[in-house]
């Protein structure tokens, strides 16, 4: 148990302490395996609260205190998005449209302006919630042909995020299942994790959106649009 | 141009809006020479399916010629006098490919939010909703027409447009409803409701080879179109004592083989269910429309099939123990149109299926707001009302 890492976090470890002592008080009395067991358990609970680690955990491969992947400016525990759509092409025509800088601004275009930069990096502009701007310069981090592509963003944003894309076999021929993933660190720390909970499911839709702009424009050539939409309000909708 | 737009709850006005433009490769622009009304928008108009914005173009059954094509439309032209299915299809996705057309994955720009109601978003439609797309509607001069070389259907010679300008919506829908039947010889098919679509279901059970039709409604006039255009049985609910037990007697006991609900209901989501119980006592209309359902499913004989085609919400008092109990096959969809289409206008060629009886009422574009109040009335005998949008 001493080469173990910490895997329960702190809010987690008081409760803990405080649950394990009033479990294991009155099983000391008498001896049965119920009580036994209950013992154990408690006695796990007092251990992660003082140490901040918990061996039930390990067994079960949880962890609540996990923090930065090494060499990543995001917390793990920050709000991660996945959505995840099927499309009627190979992994590998899904994996080339994707890489194509043209191709990735449109589907991004819902929510964010993406601009190639001379360096081989990438150029975000997002306008946030309260219209201000974030921007930030992303760089591959994983690049497998065929199969994933992962990046994340250089150091010196308000807004580190990395984010995904993987491309897997879909059965009987119905192409590729595609699964998007995201994470933003939010800004101002537990203040900006509110606010991103705040959000709901807005950067959930807005993931989703991308993946089905990614799909509409791979199997149809275009996307499904409201742009100069007549209207007695005029034309260019947008719900 | 000038166009229909719904501006609130039972407020339609004719109005002077863009004209529409080429916005994709795929895209058309049609010069609509008839539209009509539908059941169906009488449930946004009054205000029972949400998101409808003020100054929606409506209108979703409907043909025209085409006047202008986008750079990569091939085989449609210039100059087709085309028809057009509700429905938004490209064609390309897993749904058109399987002939479930209405259930398209890639023309619904407003996926996401209809998700939160559907759990999957469908097909985009013409004039009916935001969350069903947002798309301008057709009762206008001119629509635009996304991915025209699945969707447009060119009119063969010889045909007029009140004959055509029901195989947009209302003909597929009911020959759709009668395909889910899968119909054998010697079948009974019933049918409740007896507007334009439940008619052109009785007319496609027939086509399809089934023994007899029996129709049953409350308005005499529809029940007469029902005997004389369709050549169906009919069964006025306001006569009879009850209508399972006079479907018995007209089947030896067996009932019929399939059932066929062609009414529908305004819609309700859960947060209106008092509103919707209060409505049920106090219309009359609203509780024979949640009753259909039900009556069609008590009427159904064992091991039959029950084809919905009614526009349905969130339904209380659902009987489902019935439908286990009796092993039904339940069928139901928005109109796979495309499928059907094709060989619509073979039967109607052929002189097997002729429409047009359900064009009552003919007006210009200028007067479809009023248009709309006939035939939400049922007045003057109305079944259905094409409007003429290029007619001064």
Redesign the interface.
């Known amino acids: 148990m001493t080469t173990q890492v910490n895997n329960v976090g702190a809010a987690e470890r008081i409760v803990s302490v405080a649950a394990g002592g009033l479990l294991i008080a009155p099983l000391l009395r008498k001896v049965s395996v119920v009580n036994a067991t209950g013992a154990l358990l408690g006695l796990d609970l007092v251990c992660r609260g003082v140490r901040g680690q918990s061996p039930l955990y390990s067994v079960l491969g949880f962890n609540t205190a996990a923090k930065r992947k090494p060499g990543s400016q995001i917390e793990a525990a920050s709000p991660e998005i996945q959505r995840s759509i ?1 499309i ?1 092409r190979s992994k590998e025509e899904l994996y080339q449209f994707w890489r194509n800088e043209t191709n990735l601004a449109h589907i991004m275009a819902h929510f964010a302006d993406v601009t190639p930069r001379t360096n081989g990096s990438t150029h975000w502009r997002v306008r946030g919630p309260l219209k201000q701007m974030f921007e930030w310069d992303s760089q591959l981090t994983t690049d497998e042909p065929g199969s994933r592509i992962a990046w994340e963003s250089l150091p010196g944003t308000e807004l580190p995020n990395r984010g995904e894309v993987i491309f897997k076999d879909a059965a009987g021929g ?2 590729s299942e595609v699964f998007l993933r995201m994470q933003f660190e939010p800004p101002l720390g537990a203040a900006g994790a509110s606010i991103v909970k705040a959000l709901g499911k807005v950067p959930r ?1 807005i993931a ?2 991308a993946l ?1 702009r990614f ?2 424009l791979v ?17 260019s ?1 947008r ?1 | ?1 000038r ?1 229909l ?1 719904w ?1 609130g709850v039972n407020d339609l ?1 004719v ?1 002077t ?5 080429i ?4 895209d058309v622009i049609l010069r609509v020479t008839m539209s009509t009304t539908c059941g169906s928008d009488l449930h946004f108009i009054d205000g029972y399916i949400p ?1 409808m ?5 409506i209108g979703h059954e409907f043909m025209g010629e085409v006047v202008e094509t986008g750079r ?1 439309v091939k085989k449609i032209k210039k100059g087709d006098r085309v028809v057009v299915p509700s429905f ?1 299809c ?1 064609g ?3 749904y058109c ?1 399987h002939d479930l057309w209405s259930l398209c ?9 209809q ?1 939160a109601l559907l759990g999957y978003p469908t097909a ?1 439609i013409y004039g009916y909703t ?1 969350a069903f ?4 509607g057709a009762h ?1 001069q001119y629509v ?1 027409v ?2 025209a070389d699945v969707d447009c259907f060119v009119v063969p010679e010889g045909l007029r447009d009140e004959q055509v300008v029901f195989l947009s919506d209302a003909a597929p829908t009911g020959y759709m409803g009668a395909d889910f039947c899968n119909i054998h010889p010697g079948d009974t098919v019933a049918v409740w409701g007896c507007g334009g679509v439940g008619l052109m279901a009785q007319k496609s059970a027939y086509l399809l080879g089934a023994e007899r039709v029996i129709a049953i409604d409350r308005y005499p006039e529809r029940l007469r179109a029902a005997r004389e255009n369709v050549g169906a049985v009919t069964i006025n609910y306001e006569e009879v004592d009850s209508v399972l037990e006079a479907l018995q007697d007209m089947t030896g006991g067996r009932g019929p083989d399939s059932c066929i609900d062609a009414v529908g209901m305004e819609a309700h989501g859960t947060g209106l269910q008092y509103k919707y119980d209060r409505l049920k006592q106090a219309l009359r209309m609203e509780t024979d429309r949640g009753d259909a359902l039900r009556e069609a499913i008590m009427a159904v004989r064992k091991g039959g099939t029950l084809s919905i085609l009614g526009v349905y919400g969130v339904m209380d008092k659902f009987p489902i123990g019935v439908i286990m109990n009796k092993g039904l096959t339940v069928r139901t969809a928005q109109q796979h149109g495309q499928k059907y289409v094709p060989r619509l206008l073979q039967h109607t060629v052929k002189g097997e299926l002729d429409a047009s009886f359900l064009a009552t009422h003919r007006m210009s574009l200028e007067e479809s707001a009023q248009g709309y109040e006939v035939f939400k009335n049922k007045a003057e005998d109305c079944l259905r009302v094409v409007f003429l949008p290029q007619a001064a």
């Open positions: 099927t009627g119905r192409g839709l989703g959106a089905r799909k509409s199997e149809t050539g275009e996307l499904p649009t409201l742009a100069h939409n007549p209207s007695g309000r005029g034309t909708d719900y | 141009m166009a737009c501006n006005r109005e809006v863009p004209d529409p433009v916005v994709n490769p795929d998101s914005r003020a100054g929606d173009v990569d938004i490209c390309q996705c897993w490919q994955d890639n023309t619904n720009p407003n996926a996401e939010m998700s985009g935001h797309g947002g798309f301008a206008a635009r996304p991915h």
